[in-house]
């Protein structure tokens, strides 16, 4: 008997920025969450601030189940006052599929704290 795995690559099906608030205070850490799932194999989650990527800030995890492959990235982002209005975007790909990103954007209200 001869037994055959069947491989199927499947791009990412949904991927969310779980933390968005609406408002964010210039110099202060935040843990921004997104969540990624559906894809074989896992997707390649990464982070960017306008146009350029974010690196080293951020810890990935999987999540493996029977129905669908999770993934799950935190950032520790620190804002500055000239991070407002340019999107924070989470990225996730499927490296066995090209041009397959899906992306979800926050557009960051960024407010300087009051100097006392």
Known sequence: MI????????KPQSV????????VSADKRYEVECRTSGSRPDAVITWWKGNRPVKR????????????????SILTFVPVIEDDGKYLTCRAENPSIPENALEDKWRLNVHCPKVQ
Do not use: G, P, R
Request: glycine share 0%; hydrophobic share 45%.
């Open 57 to 72: 800030l951020a810890k990935n995890f999987l999540e493996h189940n029977n129905h669908n492959n999770q993934s799950l």
């Open 16 to 23: 969310n920025i779980l933390t968005q608030e609406k408002y």
């Open 3 to 10: 037994n055959f795995a069947l491989f199927v690559a499947v």
